[in-house]
C-alpha cells in the first residue's frame, strides 16, 4: 500500500500576516480561506499527497512564510478521527539537516534531501 501524507499548517514563520497573505494568494489560495487559516491553526491544508507531493506543497507555503509540517495519514488518523495517544516530542528529539535546513525529528537521513546524518554518540 501506498502511503499518504499530509500537510498542516501550524501558524506562520515570521509575524508579517501581510506578507504570507500576498504570498497565499499568489499560490491561488482565496482570501477568505487564507484568513480561516489563521483562525483555525493548528489546520489540514492538503491530505492524500505522496511524499513528494506533500513536500512540494510545504515547501510553497514556506515559501510564502507559512510554518508547517508533514504528517503521515494513518500514523495520526484512526477510523477519521486524530488518535488519542498523540505525545508531542520534546526539543532535544528533533534535528536540522545540514544541508537543507529542514528542521525535522532525529533519523538517520533527511526527510527532505535525503543526506544522511552522522552518528553523534
Known amino acids: 500500500m501506498v ?5 498542516l499548517f501550524q501558524g506562520l514563520i515570521k509575524k508579517d500576516k501581510e ?8 499560490l491561488g489560495a482565496p482570501a477568505e480561506i487564507v484568513a480561516k487559516m489563521f483562525e483555525k491553526a493548528p489546520v489540514i491544508l492538503k491530505g492524500g499527497l505522496t511524499l513528494g507531493g506533500a513536500r512540494r ?4 507555503v514556506q515559501d510564502a512564510g507559512g510554518r508547517v509540517i508533514i504528517q503521515e ?7 477519521g478521527r486524530l488518535s488519542a495517544s498523540i505525545s508531542i516530542a520534546p526539543f532535544q528529539e528533533f534535528t536540522m539537516c545540514p544541508e537543507c535546513g529542514l528542521k525535522q525529528p532525529k533519523g538517520e537521513a533527511c526527510e ?4 544522511r546524518f552522522g552518528n553523534k554518540k
Not at 502511503?3 to 500537510?7: E, H, Q, S, W
Not at 506578507?19 to 499568489?26: C, Q, S, T
Not at 495519514?73 to 477510523?79: L, R, V
Open 3 to 7: 502511503k499518504k501524507y499530509r500537510v
Open 19 to 26: 506578507a504570507f497573505m500576498a504570498g497565499m494568494l499568489r
Open 57 to 60: 506543497y510545504a515547501d510553497a
Open 112 to 115: 527532505r534531501c535525503g543526506f
Open 73 to 79: 495519514h494513518g500514523h495520526f488518523e484512526e477510523s
